[in-house]
């Protein structure tokens, strides 16, 4: 085994590793509770277990191979591996000195130091069928759901100021928390049989899928908690911010350091609403992804990449008109929903700030585009001009006032009026403009190797969300709920 030498990371790490083989010989394999799956015939009915993959144990700093993923970086790689970038650097010389994003089948070695309570390597679903992006561009929701049989087809609830029945309640949470809307049909079908069952069960009409919270009952609001939890998980783990999943008896795992995006985001919604047996079954190749091959086929044919190697952001201007100095009023935060990815940027006329009052001021086209989509306090700006806001870069607009809104379908200029900043859609305490960027169905975190610039200011997490700064050459902006001086921006300023 090659070794790279920290002395005092590796005896930290050795204590770890001394603590737990001295419960079980080296190089024995990790152990998992295993699923109980009931398996029926003509005569009896049997209990068989399905045994999870496990991975054996490393000593501190041994290199193993590693295929980089989709939306993989040097930065999430390490915390997955529990490592460091320049670790990582050392033993991959042919690494370029710049790098954003990995190019997906890139081979490299890692030195992994162990983690305790490491999960199961089993992967259940490809990112390019978590995100709602192109993957889902050629599925009808609505068409789908008519032709099942069950329950959902004639389900309805009010979503955005709408009423929404079946396939548009479920395409609504989809495109809203950009999740794909097979995996939600899945896990509707799984937890609530929502696609083969005539009548949800009396006991599930309030918390079909198990969580049990007075503000999030029936279908539509536990739909909304599982696609928040789902992006949680997904997210955090293709930042390299997540830490473990806590499991509702304290249970504690660790995902396997060679885990997809995917399946870590779905693994951390079933450690919050299930048993342990429970999410070990559903996590296995008996659980989820069972349910998602009978209904869409095999996820792992015909994989496609959702994140290309070294993305890059264009060039984008701030969302007011140049010349104009607004407040920077929330750093990095939720880009939706109330969880990762840290995506999102808020910014309002100094005049309005801390009330939901109209204004004069007008939002701005970052840059050239097609307003793919709106909805209430909703305009999707759709960089490569197809139309569709899940394919390629796309800038999403959130409390635009209904008033002199841009339509849907109009092709913009950078600079071009899209309308007013309100309080309109979601929750807000004052009129302001929320901005966050996806790319192919993907949000992408405002600080991260693709940084959400906007005339030249780079954003930077803070200690909590919305806290935080812009920077730009020595100059520095601090975000301000109530548009303190320090949080003054003026737009299209030289530097």
């Not at 290199?63 to 460091?84: P, R």
């Not at 998980?233 to 504690?252: E, P």
């Not at 994989?303 to 990095?332: C, D, H, N, R």
């Amino acid at each position: 085994m090659v070794m790279i030498k920290k002395k005092s990371r590796i005896v930290f790490h050795l204590l770890v590793v001394i603590a737990f083989i001295s419960a079980c010989s080296p190089q024995v394999e990790t152990t998992l509770p295993t699923p109980v799956v009931v398996v029926q015939n003509a005569s009896t009915e049997t209990m068989t277990p399905t045994p999870l993959p496990t991975r054996q144990v490393y000593e501190p700093g041994t290199l193993v191979d590693y295929i980089a993923q989709d939306g993989d970086t040097l930065v999430s790689v390490a915390a997955h591996f529990n490592t460091t970038e320049s670790e990582i650097r050392l033993v991959n010389t042919d690494l370029p000195e710049k790098v954003t994003t990995l190019p997906v089948g890139f081979p490299m070695k890692i030195p992994i130091y162990f983690k305790a309570l490491w999960g199961t390597p089993y992967k259940i679903l490809p990112n390019s069928l978590f995100v709602n992006g192109p993957a889902q561009v050629d599925f009808n929701t609505s068409v789908f759901v008519d032709s099942q049989t069950g329950w959902l087809k004639d389900y309805s609830a009010l979503a955005g100021d709408k009423t929404r029945k079946g396939g548009e309640l479920i395409d609504y949470v989809a495109m809203e928390f950009s999740i794909s809307p097979r995996l939600l049909l899945a896990i509707a079908e799984y937890q609530a049989g929502a696609l083969t069952q005539s009548e949800l069960a009396n006991e599930k009409k309030d918390y079909p899928l198990g969580y049990e919270d007075e503000y999030h009952k029936g279908f539509y609001l536990q739909l909304v908690w599982a696609a928040d939890q789902l992006n949680a998980g997904y997210y955090q783990w293709q930042t390299g911010r997540f830490s473990s999943l806590l499991m509702l008896d304290g249970n504690i795992e660790n995902p396997d350091p060679w885990q997809n995006a995917g399946t870590v985001g779905i693994q951390t919604y079933f450690s919050r609403v299930m048993s342990i047996d429970d999410f070990h079954t559903a996590i296995s190749d008996d659980g989820l992804a069972a349910t998602y091959r009978e209904l869409f086929g095999d996820p792992w044919v015909d994989i496609q990449t959702v994140i290309p190697g070294s993305l890059e952001q264009p060039k984008l201007t701030l969302p007011f008109p140049a010349g104009k100095t607004w407040a920077y009023t929330g750093a990095p935060h939720a880009s939706w929903g109330t969880t990762d990815p840290l995506g999102a940027l808020d910014f309002a006329p100094p005049s309005v700030v801390g009330k939901c009052a109209p204004t004069i001021e007008p939002l701005v086209a970052v840059a050239d585009g097609e307003i793919s989509r709106t909805d209430t306090g909703i305009a999707m700006l759709d960089l490569d001009k197809d139309g569709d806001d899940r394919t390629g870069w796309v800038i999403m607009y959130l409390h635009i006032s209904s008033s002199n809104k841009v339509r849907q379908g109009t092709l913009v200029k950078a600079g071009d009026i899209l309308g007013y900043p309100s309080c309109e859609g979601g929750s807000a305490t004052g009129t302001h403009v929320h901005i966050a960027r996806k790319y192919n169905g993907e949000w992408i975190a405002a600080d991260s190797v693709i940084p959400f610039v906007m005339d030249g200011w780079v954003p930077h997490n803070g200690s909590d969300s919305y806290l935080g700064t812009l920077t730009r050459g020595g100059v520095t902006i601090t975000a301000s709920p109530i548009a303190a001086p320090k949080s003054l921006i003026t737009a299209g300023e030289k530097k």
